[in-house]
């Protein structure tokens, strides 16, 4: 009877998250293409205003373009790869330096360059994207700047004393005072975040790339969480290090936690490591349940948590419900148990009531401890972007569709 419980909520499940990425995918080709100056606009505000003449960030590109592709690797639709052409032919043509190799953190809205600072985290983006744009379109120029911005990376940035990359550098991949991603960050040189999405990059480039150079860059990230990244006594990930790995942050962020153990187990399973799947595996159980400390009664997962100051950051941010979806979904297939299948489903019913933007479309950027929606935040822009809400369903339905 419990089989065909889970049978039954499984079917539901996928059939629920097979039409909101229909909806995600729908809302960008709708209402983001930048029919006058190419690309896709750089910001649109809560109520579907587009904001003129705003910058458009690398990162939002990058992420388009996988979405897309990934979308249309799952259910080849001319229209999604009429998008990730889009996005690749902007990102080529604007994003990608010529001189000095890498990628632009921005262009303003006509395509110039504007940010041109080296963060490496833009780069990892570009890299996962056009991985997975060669998949979609078999397009041999799209491997070969993925590959040739890898290899730039390991060159200009892998610390090869200490192993993990350095977070940024000037246009000309010099030293830069500035390392930061954004304003709440802290201004140190190497984080988690970078960390994470580098491994990300470089486990879909593994798969068009399968290269031994490349797998001992992907074993080595893993080994940076197992040593550096996880914290072994709170089972959190630390944010921020500086070059000898030397902890320089206390904060929790519960999104990043979650995200970490499926995209970890990942990557190990890619490159085909038995060794670091087992321990892996194991890691990532005792991640999801110190993830669990930052859940609500009503199925959402808080922001963030300043254990210093006993601080909870009491807002519920779309991309953190995202990765929540899929993480607890992830440690229901490791361990079999109905209480993780349980989290991955009230947390989309929570996204359900609280985050999907019935009238206008996409997932608002998160509500406060009230429950009001977080106005002032984009609907589009540098962080707002397709990517984690249209990888949760593209990895909750294959999963599912395996099960």
Known sequence: MAEHTIENQL????????????????YWMANTVDEQYGGFYGKIDNDN?????????????????????????????????????????????????AEFGGVYWSVDYLGNPLDTKKQVYASAFTIYALSEYYKASGVAEAKNYAVNLYKLLVDKSYDTERTGYLEAFTKEWQPIADLRLSAKDANEKKSMNTHLHVLEAYTTLYSILPEEGLREQVITLINNFLEHIIDNETNHLVLFFDEDWNKRSDTVSYGHDIEATWLLLEAAEVIGHHELIEKVKHVCIKITDATKQGLDA???????????????????????????????Y??????????????????????????????????????????????????????????????????????????
């Open 11 to 26: 079917h539901t499940y996928k059939q629920e998250l097979t039409a909101e990425l229909g909806n995600i995918l729908n």
């Open 49 to 97: 205003n587009v904001i003129p003449a705003s910058p458009k960030g690398s990162v939002l590109n990058a992420r388009i373009l996988w979405s897309f592709s990934a979308a249309y690797n799952l259910n080849p639709d001319k229209q999604y790869l009429a998008m990730a052409d889009r996005a690749y032919q902007f990102i080529i043509k604007h994003f990608i330096d």
């Open 298 to 328: 009503d199925g959402g997962l808080w922001y963030e948590y300043e254990p210093a100051a006993h601080h909870l950051i009491k807002e519920k941010h779309w991309w953190v419900q995202a990765e929540a979806m899929v993480g607890f």
């Open 330 to 403: 992830n440690t229901f297939q490791l361990n079999n148990k109905q209480e993780y299948l349980d989290l991955s489903l009230r947390n989309w019913a929570f996204v359900k009531q609280h985050i999907l933007d019935i009238q206008n479309g996409e997932w608002f950027w998160g509500i406060y401890a009230n429950g009001d929606v977080m106005q002032t935040e984009d609907k589009a822009g540098i962080w707002k972007c397709p990517y984690h809400n249209s990888r949760a369903c593209i990895e909750l339905i294959k999963r599912i569709s395996r099960q």
